[in-house]
């Protein structure tokens, strides 16, 4: 009996405890029930707002905008990137007369589509009002194959997409959706947006991007200031992205990978390329202060631990190119569970009465 | 989600071009928008924002509307 009194008392400071630690802290940290997408309510037109925010979108837009001004028409890593998207719609006999291009490599999309695809009306969109900006000044000062596609240019969030359901061909995003909250929720909306047999294309930087940048930031942190904090974001893996495409619903799922090594004359001309693409960190629980010494001995650290015989650095991008196409009757599927005729013992008599 | 086929910018023209006019919607409830000529803006009715167009460019993020 006085066990169980103590036991009870001992639980009531306890949840006195709890509470009071959360009202002193204005900090707290809630931890939320489910890490990705609800699914529960308001999925229907995929407008769900994301629980989980890891990236500061409107910081992004910043770093956008900046990129934009530093720019530089033909890096040849975006459009090395942009161009293997593009290759892919090559591959298919369809046309698509109406297509969307989201964020990232917008400018380098638009330079190298050279008719692929056929498309007749782009509509083109940004988060950054001043790369949309860039882009429709770059379509005015072009004179080449690209005239006869009829340009439009929205800014526009990739979480909230503003377009019409059932209203483009296709959608092309290149280098621009790993910066999503909501990857699965964006890639919905593009599926809504998309017209039956529409194709989705998009190229998302993956998990193993700037692994020596990771590597010579935790060590050069830890040596400096004796911890660690987030310095590059999380990045998808290979195996999310399939998930990612059933997900969303698209059917022909279709996943592949390419490592594109970028040398470097050094750490500090890796970091400036990055600033140039609007790739620079965006985590919303980044540490804003970066000093000078850790900054150097980073670069230091990246320079003894991966440098080239030659003097430069090596950095590693790698990207995930994801294919799917929304679903029409004409599309090939497997068939309905049960709804087979024959046996596979049947089969096996068939075959063994042949030999 | 029960979209018409009725034109979803009435009064559109010399504000955006006739193809963001047939496909642009409100980000937020994906419900049609309207020009409003004297603030060249596009206006969700369905959640009373405004969306400015600042040199014929729609700027259609949430952040951007004004209520």
Redesign the interface.
Known sequence: MRGTLSLYQRTSQLLFRGRRRATNETYTLIPSISYCTNIDNNT??G?QSPRVKIFDR?FK?KQRDRAAWLMRPGDPFVDAVADNLLDRLEDCKKTFP?ALCLGGSLEAVRRLLRGRGSIE?L?MMD?S?DM??LC?DAEAAQQDSNQNI?T??????EE??????S??DLVISCLGLHWTNDLPGAMIQCKLALKSDGLFLAAILGGETLKELRIACTVAQMEREGGISPRISPLAQVRDAGNLLTRAGFTLPGVDVDEYVVRYSSALELIEHLRTMGETNALLQRNNVLKRETALATAAIYDSMFAAEDGTIPATFQVIFMTGWKEHPSQQKAKRRGSATISFDDLQKQFSSDS | ?G?SSKP?LKLAGEG??K??S?????????QPLRYCKETTSLVSDSIAVSFPI???????????GKF
Do not use: A
């Open positions: 229907i037109d407008l409107e837009r109406t009306k509509i988060t009002n949309v900006k429709k009829e439009s240019f929205v800014v526009g969030d909230f997409l503003p377009i019409k359901e209203s483009v | 989600m979209l979803l955006i071009s193809t963001l047939e496909i642009l919607v409100c980000p937020v409830s994906k600042k040199e014929g460019i729609p700027c259609l993020v949430p952040r951007d």
